[in-house]
């Protein structure tokens, strides 16, 4: 088990930074230090799309094309946290972002395994209007 809460979303402009932020914890003898953790978005009218993810030490990192270069993950295990620096923010990155986390190693091939079997948050809206 798992639980994931999102925070940090809002409405910015153009090539301004957000940080998202995600705080996780898990009952009993169970860890968020177990657990890779990612973050997708899901923009209406479009399907879930994963965009990073980090190893549960840190590392690998993993990137989509549409974030890389821009978007920047991190981890405080101490503090179960989750980053998303998000720069140069465009239109496009609008959607409601959702942190995700699931036991596969950070690669091309997590997204899919937190799709079909990762604990979710409940997302939070990010916007980025002129």
């Known amino acids: 088990q798992l639980q994931l809460v999102e925070s940090g979303g809002g409405l910015v402009q153009p090539g301004q930074s957000l940080r998202l932020s995600c705080a996780a914890s898990?009952?009993?003898?169970?860890?968020?230090?177990?657990?890779?953790i990612g973050w997708f978005r899901q923009a209406p009218g479009k399907e879930r799309e994963g965009i990073s993810c980090?190893?549960?030490?840190?590392?690998?990192?993993d990137y989509a094309d549409s974030v890389k270069g821009r978007f920047t993950i991190s981890r405080d295990n101490a503090k179960k946290m989750v980053y998303l620096h998000m720069n140069s923010l465009e239109p496009e990155d609008t959607a409601v972002y959702y942190c995700?986390?699931?036991?596969?190693?950070?690669?091309?091939?997590?997204?899919?395994?937190?799709?079909?079997?990762?604990?979710w948050g409940q997302g939070t809206q990010v916007t980025v209007t002129s």
């Open positions: 980090i190893g549960s030490t840190g590392a690998p990192t």
């Open positions: 898990a009952p009993g003898y169970s860890s968020p230090d177990y657990y890779a």
């Open positions: 995700a986390g699931e036991r596969a190693m950070c690669s091309t091939r997590w997204y899919d395994a937190a799709l079909r079997l990762g604990f």
